[in-house]
T-cell receptor, first 114, second 115 residues
Framework: DSGVTQTPKHLITATGQRVTLRCSPRSGDLSVYWYQQSLDQGLQFLIQYYNGEERAKGNILERFSAQQFPDLHSELNLSSLELGDSALYFC?????????????FGPGTRLTVL | AQSVTQLDSQVPVFEEAPVELRCNYSSSVSVYLFWYVQYPNQGLQLLLKYLSGSTLVKGINGFEAEFNKSQTSFHLRKPSVHISDTAEYFCAVSPALGGGFKTIFGAGTRLFVKA
Protein backbone atom coordinates (compact mmCIF):
# COMPACT_ATOMS: atom_id res chain seq x y z
CA ASP A 1 0.00 0.00 0.00
CA SER A 2 1.60 3.24 -1.20
CA GLY A 3 -0.57 5.51 0.94
CA VAL A 4 -2.07 7.17 -2.14
CA THR A 5 -5.79 6.61 -2.56
CA GLN A 6 -7.87 7.00 -5.68
CA THR A 7 -11.60 6.89 -6.14
CA PRO A 8 -13.49 5.41 -7.78
CA LYS A 9 -11.68 2.19 -8.72
CA HIS A 10 -13.82 1.67 -11.79
CA LEU A 11 -15.94 4.05 -13.82
CA ILE A 12 -18.12 3.21 -16.79
CA THR A 13 -19.71 6.04 -18.73
CA ALA A 14 -20.87 7.03 -22.19
CA THR A 15 -19.33 9.17 -24.88
CA GLY A 16 -19.89 12.87 -24.42
CA GLN A 17 -20.16 12.63 -20.65
CA ARG A 18 -18.02 14.24 -17.97
CA VAL A 19 -16.36 12.47 -15.03
CA THR A 20 -14.24 13.43 -12.05
CA LEU A 21 -11.46 11.28 -10.66
CA ARG A 22 -10.22 11.90 -7.14
CA CYS A 23 -6.81 11.41 -5.57
CA SER A 24 -5.60 11.76 -2.00
CA PRO A 25 -1.81 11.94 -1.71
CA ARG A 26 0.30 10.39 1.02
CA SER A 27 0.33 12.33 4.23
CA GLY A 28 2.93 15.09 3.97
CA ASP A 29 3.32 14.93 0.19
CA LEU A 30 2.87 18.26 -1.56
CA SER A 31 3.10 17.19 -5.19
CA VAL A 32 0.44 15.31 -7.11
CA TYR A 33 0.91 13.90 -10.60
CA TRP A 34 -1.66 12.46 -12.98
CA TYR A 35 -0.88 9.81 -15.57
CA GLN A 36 -2.86 8.01 -18.25
CA GLN A 37 -2.06 4.41 -19.13
CA SER A 38 -3.59 2.95 -22.27
CA LEU A 39 -2.76 0.09 -24.58
CA ASP A 40 -2.28 2.48 -27.51
CA GLN A 41 -0.10 5.11 -25.93
CA GLY A 42 1.43 3.46 -22.91
CA LEU A 43 2.03 5.48 -19.76
CA GLN A 44 1.84 9.23 -20.28
CA PHE A 45 2.33 12.07 -17.85
CA LEU A 46 -0.63 14.43 -17.86
CA ILE A 47 -0.12 17.14 -15.25
CA GLN A 48 1.59 17.99 -11.96
CA TYR A 49 0.44 20.14 -9.06
CA TYR A 50 2.55 21.31 -6.16
CA ASN A 51 0.94 22.75 -3.07
CA GLY A 52 -2.12 23.86 -4.98
CA GLU A 53 -0.40 25.29 -8.03
CA GLU A 54 0.06 23.79 -11.46
CA ARG A 55 3.75 23.01 -11.97
CA ALA A 56 4.05 21.08 -15.21
CA LYS A 57 1.92 19.93 -18.10
CA GLY A 58 2.43 16.88 -20.24
CA ASN A 59 0.20 15.38 -22.89
CA ILE A 60 -3.03 16.58 -21.38
CA LEU A 61 -5.94 17.25 -23.72
CA GLU A 62 -7.84 20.52 -23.53
CA ARG A 63 -10.96 18.52 -22.58
CA PHE A 64 -9.15 17.46 -19.41
CA SER A 65 -8.46 19.66 -16.42
CA ALA A 66 -7.21 19.19 -12.91
CA GLN A 67 -6.87 21.01 -9.65
CA GLN A 68 -5.34 20.55 -6.24
CA PHE A 69 -7.28 21.72 -3.24
CA PRO A 70 -6.03 23.32 0.01
CA ASP A 71 -6.16 19.95 1.76
CA LEU A 72 -3.86 18.73 -1.07
CA HIS A 73 -6.25 16.23 -2.59
CA SER A 74 -6.57 16.50 -6.34
CA GLU A 75 -9.26 15.96 -8.92
CA LEU A 76 -8.92 15.20 -12.61
CA ASN A 77 -11.91 16.25 -14.69
CA LEU A 78 -12.48 14.62 -18.06
CA SER A 79 -15.18 16.07 -20.29
CA SER A 80 -16.73 15.36 -23.70
CA LEU A 81 -15.47 11.84 -23.30
CA GLU A 82 -14.50 9.81 -26.33
CA LEU A 83 -13.97 6.08 -26.74
CA GLY A 84 -10.22 6.69 -26.88
CA ASP A 85 -10.24 8.12 -23.37
CA SER A 86 -10.79 4.63 -21.98
CA ALA A 87 -7.69 3.98 -19.91
CA LEU A 88 -6.24 3.51 -16.47
CA TYR A 89 -5.65 6.84 -14.76
CA PHE A 90 -3.01 6.95 -12.06
CA CYS A 91 -2.30 9.54 -9.48
CA UNK A 92 1.10 9.73 -7.80
CA UNK A 93 2.46 11.92 -5.05
CA UNK A 94 5.85 13.02 -3.79
CA UNK A 95 7.16 15.16 -0.98
CA UNK A 96 8.65 17.84 -3.18
CA UNK A 97 8.32 18.80 -6.83
CA UNK A 98 11.65 17.79 -8.31
CA UNK A 99 12.44 15.21 -10.95
CA UNK A 100 14.55 13.22 -8.52
CA UNK A 101 11.78 12.76 -6.00
CA UNK A 102 10.39 9.30 -5.46
CA UNK A 103 6.81 9.16 -6.62
CA UNK A 104 4.28 6.93 -4.89
CA PHE A 105 1.51 5.69 -7.14
CA GLY A 106 -2.09 5.01 -6.28
CA PRO A 107 -3.92 1.89 -7.51
CA GLY A 108 -5.56 3.76 -10.38
CA THR A 109 -9.04 4.41 -11.70
CA ARG A 110 -10.09 2.32 -14.67
CA LEU A 111 -12.27 4.41 -16.96
CA THR A 112 -14.36 2.72 -19.62
CA VAL A 113 -16.15 4.91 -22.15
CA LEU A 114 -18.89 3.14 -24.09
CA ALA B 1 13.64 15.77 -26.30
CA GLN B 2 14.07 12.42 -24.65
CA SER B 3 12.93 8.96 -25.67
CA VAL B 4 13.06 5.52 -24.09
CA THR B 5 13.13 2.16 -25.82
CA GLN B 6 12.55 -1.06 -23.98
CA LEU B 7 13.91 -3.64 -26.32
CA ASP B 8 11.78 -6.58 -25.24
CA SER B 9 8.02 -6.48 -24.83
CA GLN B 10 7.96 -9.86 -23.07
CA VAL B 11 10.62 -11.86 -21.27
CA PRO B 12 9.81 -15.40 -20.13
CA VAL B 13 12.27 -16.94 -17.69
CA PHE B 14 12.38 -19.91 -15.34
CA GLU B 15 12.37 -19.44 -11.59
CA GLU B 16 15.85 -18.99 -10.05
CA ALA B 17 17.35 -18.06 -13.43
CA PRO B 18 19.00 -14.67 -13.98
CA VAL B 19 17.21 -12.01 -15.99
CA GLU B 20 18.11 -8.80 -17.78
CA LEU B 21 15.53 -6.29 -18.98
CA ARG B 22 16.97 -3.92 -21.52
CA CYS B 23 16.43 -0.19 -21.74
CA ASN B 24 18.01 2.32 -24.10
CA TYR B 25 17.41 6.03 -24.04
CA SER B 26 18.05 9.02 -26.23
CA SER B 27 18.74 12.51 -24.92
CA SER B 28 20.82 15.53 -25.83
CA VAL B 29 21.24 16.47 -22.14
CA SER B 30 22.14 14.65 -18.96
CA VAL B 31 19.36 12.49 -17.60
CA TYR B 32 18.01 10.83 -14.53
CA LEU B 33 16.93 7.22 -15.05
CA PHE B 34 14.34 5.13 -13.27
CA TRP B 35 12.94 1.61 -13.23
CA TYR B 36 9.41 0.99 -12.00
CA VAL B 37 7.50 -2.24 -11.47
CA GLN B 38 3.76 -2.69 -11.90
CA TYR B 39 2.19 -5.79 -10.39
CA PRO B 40 -1.20 -6.90 -11.75
CA ASN B 41 -4.01 -4.52 -10.83
CA GLN B 42 -1.68 -2.18 -8.96
CA GLY B 43 0.03 1.13 -9.48
CA LEU B 44 3.70 1.57 -10.26
CA GLN B 45 6.38 1.20 -7.61
CA LEU B 46 9.87 2.60 -7.87
CA LEU B 47 12.53 -0.13 -8.03
CA LEU B 48 15.59 2.08 -8.33
CA LYS B 49 16.87 5.32 -9.77
CA TYR B 50 20.12 6.71 -11.12
CA LEU B 51 20.77 10.36 -10.38
CA SER B 52 24.56 10.63 -10.38
CA GLY B 53 27.67 8.94 -9.01
CA SER B 54 28.19 5.20 -9.14
CA THR B 55 26.88 3.71 -12.34
CA LEU B 56 25.72 0.53 -10.59
CA VAL B 57 22.50 1.17 -8.74
CA LYS B 58 20.95 -1.26 -6.32
CA GLY B 59 17.23 -1.29 -5.76
CA ILE B 60 14.56 -3.14 -3.90
CA ASN B 61 13.73 -6.84 -4.22
CA GLY B 62 17.29 -7.75 -5.29
CA PHE B 63 17.23 -5.77 -8.54
CA GLU B 64 20.11 -3.66 -9.80
CA ALA B 65 20.77 -1.60 -12.91
CA GLU B 66 23.84 -0.26 -14.59
CA PHE B 67 24.02 3.13 -16.25
CA ASN B 68 26.15 3.07 -19.39
CA LYS B 69 26.54 6.56 -20.77
CA SER B 70 28.46 5.58 -23.90
CA GLN B 71 25.82 3.04 -24.88
CA THR B 72 22.94 5.16 -23.53
CA SER B 73 21.59 2.15 -21.71
CA PHE B 74 20.18 1.40 -18.28
CA HIS B 75 19.57 -2.35 -18.17
CA LEU B 76 17.86 -3.94 -15.17
CA ARG B 77 19.17 -7.22 -13.78
CA LYS B 78 18.39 -9.76 -11.13
CA PRO B 79 20.63 -12.80 -10.52
CA SER B 80 17.80 -15.14 -9.49
CA VAL B 81 14.13 -14.45 -10.10
CA HIS B 82 11.11 -15.63 -8.15
CA ILE B 83 7.57 -16.34 -9.26
CA SER B 84 6.56 -13.17 -7.40
CA ASP B 85 8.70 -11.08 -9.78
CA THR B 86 6.13 -11.66 -12.51
CA ALA B 87 5.04 -8.12 -13.39
CA GLU B 88 5.48 -5.36 -15.92
CA TYR B 89 8.62 -3.27 -15.70
CA PHE B 90 8.96 0.29 -16.96
CA CYS B 91 12.11 2.23 -17.68
CA ALA B 92 11.80 6.02 -17.46
CA VAL B 93 14.02 9.00 -18.19
CA SER B 94 13.91 12.59 -17.07
CA PRO B 95 16.19 15.43 -18.20
CA ALA B 96 18.48 16.64 -15.45
CA LEU B 97 18.36 20.21 -16.75
CA GLY B 98 15.67 22.65 -17.68
CA GLY B 99 12.38 23.52 -16.09
CA GLY B 100 9.25 21.49 -15.53
CA PHE B 101 8.56 17.85 -14.87
CA LYS B 102 9.25 15.79 -17.96
CA THR B 103 9.50 12.09 -17.23
CA ILE B 104 9.12 9.84 -20.28
CA PHE B 105 8.26 6.17 -19.82
CA GLY B 106 9.14 3.24 -22.03
CA ALA B 107 6.47 0.91 -23.37
CA GLY B 108 7.14 -1.67 -20.67
CA THR B 109 8.53 -5.20 -20.51
CA ARG B 110 6.36 -7.99 -19.21
CA LEU B 111 8.43 -10.40 -17.14
CA PHE B 112 6.88 -13.82 -16.81
CA VAL B 113 8.56 -16.19 -14.35
CA LYS B 114 7.78 -19.85 -14.86
CA ALA B 115 8.06 -22.60 -12.25
Amino acid sequence: DSGVTQTPKHLITATGQRVTLRCSPRSGDLSVYWYQQSLDQGLQFLIQYYNGEERAKGNILERFSAQQFPDLHSELNLSSLELGDSALYFCASSVEQGRTDTQYFGPGTRLTVL
Amino acid sequence: AQSVTQLDSQVPVFEEAPVELRCNYSSSVSVYLFWYVQYPNQGLQLLLKYLSGSTLVKGINGFEAEFNKSQTSFHLRKPSVHISDTAEYFCAVSPALGGGFKTIFGAGTRLFVKA
